[in-house]
């Protein structure tokens, strides 16, 4: 019994490491996992007393959970029978899909990747490339919403910053869950977007099975009242206009939707404007392309990355300034269970067809509410009012007059005009000289013209607000501009020195 056994040292190394990692998985791990968990909820309590739209249970549950819930949801479960029934397909190739479906869904949100990591590069990044400003602000109108409320903010979607400026401006009030495209598939992007809450979708799938699970998705992150943030255009303006919206996400989100339930859905329309949208030249470059031919956007990395260090050297010398102002502003919040009793509607009730019509009606008054808030910035000034003169130059002082009207226009219905300073006249200067640095318009003793080639580019600025002036006439189609993209791409910048 007490005789002596030899072993190879390999071996006993080997069942030394075994019996470490077994004590620390069944003893140790499991100790720091509760720590670590019991420090983590404490520090949410205390963040929520500080939000205005608490994080929900809903969105810290743990992310294999949610992927069986969604997975083995009555009726994601229902439309397996019937596909497998359809199709001929066995129902075990099906459930696989639909669990790499969910899979490719469901996010895994973590507070701290969010306030501690992602708020403070949004607003590290946003405030290093723009003067970011907030517009209209209704409070007494946002303390009326219910806490309890399922809160969606609906913005118009001009620039990939979007994603990054909205998440800053409203890191006071909650912890935003975004609807993102492949774009953001990429390996290293993928898990730091998933972690801040985000769910991915492709945007463009005709597969019956996949949209099924996705709107189960966003029916239980809605019911659960997830706050969540939606582009109903579902791309970038090419054009600087509106783009009519894409009901897919707001059908899932009202299609279930308990018009006697305890739980609203609060939508608040958000509008976004820019002095300067990084991608303008190549969403131009797209809106130009001829029908029935892909864009070409035309990127390349060496003329990416000569530019780049073009402004880090400019910075360096003390030589760059931001890219002029952004400014956000929130409309009147929009109340979903309001909207169903005014239309004594109920969508649960309708067939198909006849409640994708009522949903592209809620849609068209939710973009319409948006439009109303999107800012008018110096850019878009200046902008409109040369074009409405072109091809006529104009003195500084005619731009003045031009601006000063265009402004009444918008304060007479209502719209939020940003005046720098509370000073028109710089905030005409700040829109001519971002457009002079970049060569869209040319001075010459005192008389400003606007390049023929960068005509694409200013209509693109003035279109950002032509919805705005409904009662001008389109400046472009006027004043017989043909649009002519510029052929020399991206070209480098130094932006405007702004307030």
Not at 99 to 120: H, L, M, Q
Not at 228 to 250: C, M, V, Y
Not at 364 to 387: D, I, N, W
Request: aromatic share 10%; glycine share 6%; hydrophobic share 45%.
């Amino acid at each position: 019994m007490w005789s002596e056994v030899t072993l190879p040292l390999w071996l006993v190394i080997v069942a030394g490491l075994l019996a470490a990692l077994a004590f620390l998985d069944r003893l140790l791990i499991p100790s720091v996992r509760w720590a670590l968990r019991r420090r983590a909820n404490k520090a949410i309590s205390e963040l929520n007393t500080r939000l205005r739209l608490q994080i929900k249970p809903f969105k810290l549950t743990k992310r294999q959970v949610l992927m069986d819930r969604l997975i083995y949801d009555p009726e994601v479960l229902h439309a397996v029978d019937e596909y497998a029934r359809e199709h001929k397909v066995p129902r075990e190739v099906l459930m696989e899909k639909v669990k790499r479906y969910a899979g490719e869904i469901v996010p895994s949100f973590s507070a701290y990747a969010y306030f501690r990591i992602g708020t403070r590069l949004a607003k590290r990044l946003s405030e290093m490339l723009y003067r970011v400003r907030i517009g209209f602000r209704n409070e007494e109108a946002f303390s009326r919403v219910d806490p309890d409320s399922s809160v969606v903010f609906v913005i118009n979607h001009r620039s990939n910053m979007d994603y990054v400026l909205v998440t800053y401006v409203a890191a006071q009030s909650s912890a935003l869950s975004y609807a993102v495209g492949e774009w953001a598939q990429i390996w290293g992007l993928r898990n730091l977007i998933r972690s801040m809450g985000a769910y991915f979708i492709r945007r463009d799938s005709r597969d019956a099975l996949y949209r099924k699970v996705l709107s189960r998705y966003v029916h239980m992150a809605t019911a659960s009242g997830v706050v969540q943030a939606i582009f109903p255009e579902g791309g970038l303006s090419r054009d600087g206009k509106l783009r009519p919206p894409k009901f897919g996400l707001l059908s899932y989100m009202v299609a279930a939707f308990d018009p006697k339930g305890p739980k609203d859905v609060v939508f608040v329309p958000v509008g976004v404007n820019y002095d300067r949208v990084l991608e303008d030249r190549m969403l131009t470059s797209a809106a130009n392309t001829e029908p029935g031919k892909k864009p070409v956007f035309g990127f390349n990395l060496v003329t990416f990355l000569r530019h780049f260090f073009r402004h880090v050297r400019m910075a360096f010398r003390g030589e760059w300034y931001r890219y002029g102002y952004t400014c956000v502003s929130f409309g009147e919040p929009f109340s979903l269970k309001q909207y169903v009793a005014q239309q004594k509607i109920d969508f649960r009730d309708m067939p198909e067809k006849e409640r994708f019509a009522e949903v592209e009606k809620l849609g068209s008054q939710l973009m319409e509410a948006v439009g109303k808030v999107v800012p008018a910035l110096p850019v878009s000034l200046v902008a409109t009012a040369l074009l409405e003169a072109h091809p006529a130059p104009l003195s500084l002082f005619e731009i003045k007059s031009r601006v000063s009207r265009i402004i009444e226009t918008l304060e007479a219905s209502k719209a939020y005009v940003h005046i720098p300073r509370s000073d028109r006249d710089y905030a005409i200067e700040v829109g001519l000289r971002m457009l002079r640095l970049r060569h869209i318009v040319s001075e010459n003793d005192g008389i400003y013209a606007a390049n023929p080639a960068d005509l694409h580019i200013l209509r693109y600025y003035s279109n950002a607000i032509a919805h705005l002036l409904p009662g001008r006439a389109n400046a472009a189609e006027t004043s017989g501009i043909v649009e002519a993209p510029s052929s020399s791409g991206a070209r480098a910048m130094r932006a405007i020195p702004a307030e």
